[in-house]
């Protein structure tokens, strides 16, 4: 076969027919503002988006094929890699998957300590969120002030479970140590000095009138549009979709908690942004609920050495601080999956860019990406 | 004690050389040459020795509104880390893209930074010292420093990439469109004053200064200068041509080393002259501030060297600008096209028609 597979991606990448007047040009791998490997082709007609069209696949590990060759306890491993600014959810969704398989009961401590590991984390990568949209729309400040709370966050995370970023600290059963015993104090700590800090977050970008300027009527994402594309999390709740997990499919004991889901109609970069913000006030809300109210008694099941799922098919979903993350395996009854398939956020939320940045300037095509916040390893997996 | 001041402030540094070399020199032709040389050689050395405080100055606000400390390691409080940079850009490599157009690529970067030196020429640095006492100053700066487009169209054309096509194309339509207003509001203060000459604008407000005395019109005058010089030098939130999150680095996305560097070096010169055309024209240049009938106010004041007024002046409004960077996200194209077209452009032309009719009227102080 003369017609190789380089051929044919270097044919469908580089088009030459092109009508008088457009050019295309390719934006990413390397580009400051697709924050990772993204690569999209854009055909122009001056500054205007006339087409998009991403092009994956450069970040692309195979994780999906290597945890058909990982044990059940090793797998959850390599899910940090996928989204790693929510890598506690992803090893949470993935812990809680064996567990349905095992039909595992887990203390009612380690689902507390999960429950306040995501919710950190959410505010985390909320506010690596809120930075980068500020530098992506040129306002270099904001990223500073960002990280002044993210740093502390992720301070506590190295103190309870070794790594700043890839936690690995939920396990089958519960989660990997007992809290550190500052783990207390120095939440309530960081809630506070949110709360403190909050009024500038809001001042600082929200309040601008440039930043309301490019971001409000931009990148208009439909309901409808939002449903038919599959996108979820705060994206697609700015659209005025319901779609929070730990409200429709409550796991790890969210249905006890009191919090709000935030929906916005307004669908646009505006609503994303404002989704964001509110969505942080929600987790520090869970978080207090929870941090006085830690249930004492063990942080890990008694599970055994060496897993093993019955055949069937078993399947997880969680609320990432994308949207939702899911996970599904197929067992054969062995000791690693038989198939192992993530329904990752980021990929849905990044097909609808096409269209919501149809007819926009470039400088659009970058409120949008900001604002959808997307991890690029997730998306390749 | 004044006589000391007055040494200090340049005043009478440019005369007591000139008439020392008319000793030695014969009148004519040789004194000229070697006095335009020390002018010159001079001239470059401030330039650079400017740049690399605004380089440093630029570093150190940016760090202390982001909460760091900005360069802090090379030298007392970092003072070095700018020298360091530079020789790091002397030794790059200066690299030409193999299909830019050679001849154009290494014009560009040559045009921005001689027409933004040349624009420094009639600049009033203190009292009775200027390089260039020119009976049009006002109308010489701003065309000269409407040249620098061409510089960047250049830069970006050559340089055969689209990123930077983009970034010139946006540049040209950006500089075209606020020079008009720039200069609109460097018309009110010439109405005002009834001079083209620098230094006429400076000696009209030895009695106030134009932003004080020209009522409402002259401090939107200012306020308009100070929005569109910024966008007309390329600097945040109006820095599209080279928008790094949109365009990677716009019109100099191709250029490296010693090329790269002009283009930084012309920027900080921008910067500079836009600030000091501002102190001129609306904050009385080397003028001391003087207060009605204040005898002995007015007399402290005076003591005080026209050039630390003049240079005052000049790094308040670049704080200013700089502030702006730091705060600003950045305007989108039509925005920024909006802006101009929109508010500021029919705001000055009504400003003009109010600051002629006050000058008729006789109503300024």
Not at chain 1, 71 to 82: D, E, G, V
Not at chain 1, 117 to 136: I, K, N, P, V, Y
Not at chain 2, 262 to 287: D, Q
Not at chain 2, 303 to 328: A, D, E, N
Request: proline share 4%; glycine share 8%.
């Amino acid at each position: 076969m003369n017609y190789s597979i380089m051929e044919a991606i270097t044919e469908k990448i580089i088009t030459t027919d092109l009508p008088e007047g457009q050019f295309e040009i390719n934006m990413g791998p390397q580009h400051p503002s697709t924050h990772g490997v993204l690569h999209l082709k854009i055909r122009l007609e001056g500054e205007k988006i006339i087409h998009i069209e991403p092009v994956l696949g450069y970040i692309h590990r195979s994780i999906e094929k290597m945890c058909e060759k990982l044990s059940y306890r090793q797998f959850i491993l390599i899910t940090s890699r996928m989204d790693y600014l929510s890598a506690h959810i992803n090893n949470t969704a993935c812990a809680l998957v064996v567990e349905k398989g095992l039909g595992l009961e887990i203390p009612e401590r380690a689902k507390a300590i999960r429950i306040l590991m995501a919710e950190l984390t959410r505010l985390a990568s909320h506010q690596l969120w809120w930075g980068c949209t500020g530098l992506d729309l040129g306002a270099v400040s904001p990223f500073f002030f960002a990280f002044r709370e993210r740093e502390e966050i992720i301070t506590i995370m190295e103190e309870t479970c070794g790594a700043r970023l890839t936690q690995n600290y939920s396990v089958p059963g519960g989660v990997m140590y007992d809290l550190h015993p500052t783990f207390v104090g120095s939440v309530k700590k960081i809630i506070q000095q949110m709360k403190n800090n909050f009024h500038e977050y809001e001042e600082l970008l929200g309040g601008n009138i440039i930043f309301q300027e490019r971001t409000k009527g931009v990148g208009y994402l439909s309901k409808a549009d939002a449903i038919s594309f599959g996108c979820s999390g705060p994206m697609a709740r700015a659209s005025g979709v319901s779609c929070d997990v730990r409200k429709w499919f409550p796991y790890d004991g969210y249905e006890k908690l009191a919090f709000e889901e935030i929906l916005d109609e307004g669908g646009d970069c505006w609503a994303r942004y404002n989704v964001r913000l509110k969505e942080m006030k929600q987790s520090i809300a869970i978080i207090e609920q929870l941090i006085d109210n830690i249930p004492e008694g063990d942080f890990q099941a008694k599970t055994k050495n060496v897993l093993k799922l019955p055949k069937g098919e078993f399947y997880q979903r969680v609320e990432t601080a994308r949207g939702e993350l899911g996970v599904y395996i197929v067992s054969e009854g062995g000791t690693s999956p038989y198939r192992c398939k993530f329904r990752s956020p980021n990929f849905s939320n990044l097909s609808a860019i096409p269209e919501m940045a149809k007819g926009g300037k470039i400088g659009d095509l970058v409120a949008i990406m900001a604002t959808v916040d997307l991890v690029i390893p997730d998306i390749d997996r | 004690m004044k006589t000391l001041l007055s040494t200090i402030s340049f005043e009478n540094l440019a005369s007591s050389l000139d008439s020392y070399l008319s000793k030695l020199l014969p009148a004519g032709i040789a004194l000229l040459a070697v006095e335009m040389i020390i002018a010159g050689v001079c001239l470059l050395a401030f330039l650079v020795v400017l740049c690399f405080f605004l380089g440093y100055l630029e570093r150190k606000v940016a760090g202390h509104m982001q909460m760091r400390h900005g360069p802090n390691r090379v030298g007392p409080a970092g003072s070095m880390q700018i020298v360091a940079d530079t020789v790091k850009l002397l030794m790059k490599e200066g690299l030409t893209p193999n299909s830019a157009d050679k001849f154009l690529f290494n014009l560009g970067p040559m045009i921005v930074v001689a027409t933004s030196m040349m624009a420094i020429a009639p600049l009033a640095f203190a009292k009775n010292f200027q390089l260039w006492n020119i009976s049009i100053g006002v109308l010489y700066v701003s065309s000269i420093s409407s040249l620098a487009v061409i510089g960047i169209l250049v830069a970006g054309w050559s340089s055969y990439n689209k990123y930077s096509l983009l970034g010139a194309m946006r540049s040209g339509a950006q500089i075209v469109s606020y020079e008009l207003s720039v200069g609109l509001s460097l018309v009110a203060i010439v109405i005002f004053s009834g001079s083209l000459n620098l230094n006429d604008i400076v000696e009209s407000q030895s009695n106030g200064w134009w932003l004080f005395k020209g009522h409402l019109p002259a401090l939107i005058a200012f306020v308009i200068f100070i929005i569109a010089s910024t966008a007309e030098i390329n600097r945040a939130p109006f820095d599209l041509a080279e928008a790094e999150q949109e365009l990677t680095a716009g019109f100099h996305t191709e250029y490296a080393g010693m090329k790269f560097a002009m283009f930084l070096l012309a920027e900080y010169i921008n910067l500079f002259i836009v600030s000091a055309i501002a102190a001129t024209v609306f904050l009385g240049g080397w003028m001391p501030l003087h207060l009605g009938n204040w005898e002995v106010f007015n007399h402290i004041m005076d003591f005080i060297p026209s050039s630390l007024w003049f240079f005052g002046k000049t790094f308040g409004i670049i704080f200013v600008i700089m502030w702006f960077r730091w705060t600003f996200p950045r305007l989108r194209i039509d925005q920024l096209l909006n802006l101009e077209w929109k508010y500021l452009l029919p705001i000055s032309m009504v400003n003009i028609i109010a600051v002629t009719l006050i000058t008729i009227m006789h109503w300024h102080f």
